[in-house]
């Protein structure tokens, strides 16, 4: 997987990461996957990061896992290959202080996310609370005279993460393209959907030791196909090809 997803970023000039989950549909009779009401099936979950509408990694989980922690291992595999993105975009399932926090530290880029309907302006996310918090650090090398950038670099190096993430969040609202960034997040369901249309991404009829196996193979499958479609300088998606 990582070694198809090096590929693709070199040959890609997509900047726009987004990570989201799908649901890997069950057997109604399946014994060890769970009920999803949301989605209203038995299921499992793919987590899925793309580079524009490329895919480059997944991981797995059961169908009742909460997204947001999956988010550390996505950030993780995305810093190995120094990317430089323009946007990465959320749903609002990752809206916490430390997701905008790690995104922001380890890949550069403040996060679009957007916030949960009871979120609110953190205090401690104001310029003025920033500016305290270094400050009172000045001990370990914190300055007000220092770029915010540097600021919450410093803070979040020693141990002020949430402030960094309340930070980051208290400006999405004062944000005017936010709505515009928003939509670079659009692609990632039809991308989802093609997935599915090109491979079959279930876990129906496969033994439960099997199926994280099994899906991460598909997965693979599918940006092998993506990677002949770069190599040979098809923009498009279009794999009618292979079938």
Wanted: one cysteine or more; proline letters at 5%; aromatic letters at 12%.
């Amino acid at each position: 997987m990582g070694i198809i997803a090096e590929r693709i970023i070199k040959l890609t000039k997509e900047k726009d990461i987004k990570t989201d989950s799908t649901p890997l549909e069950a057997s109604r009779y399946d014994k060890h996957s769970y009920y999803n009401p949301h989605y209203g099936c038995k299921m499992d979950k793919a987590h899925i990061t793309l580079i524009g509408v490329f895919p480059l990694y997944m991981t797995y989980t059961n169908g009742l896992a909460n997204d947001s922690p999956e988010l550390d291992k996505h950030i993780a595999f995305l810093k190995n290959y120094n990317i430089c993105p323009d946007s990465y975009a959320l749903d609002s399932g990752y809206d916490s202080f430390e997701n905008h926090a790690d995104v922001w530290y380890y890949l550069k880029v403040a996060p679009t996310i957007p916030p949960k309907c009871n979120a609110v302006l953190n205090r401690e996310g104001t310029i003025e609370r920033i500016n305290h918090w270094v400050n009172k650090l000045w001990k370990k090398g914190g300055s007000i005279h220092m770029p915010i950038a540097k600021k919450l670099e410093f803070l979040y190096e020693n141990g002020r993460k949430q402030q960094v993430g309340m930070y980051l969040r208290n400006q999405t609202p004062m944000d005017e393209k936010f709505e515009e960034k928003k939509k670079t997040r659009q692609p990632i369901e039809r991308s989802n959907a093609h997935i599915k249309g090109r491979v079959t991404f279930d876990v129906r009829k496969i033994q439960k030791d099997s199926s994280e196996l099994y899906s991460i193979l598909r997965f693979v499958a599918y940006q092998l196909m993506i990677l002949a479609n770069l190599q040979n300088k098809i923009e498009k998606i279009d794999l009618a090809r292979y079938f």
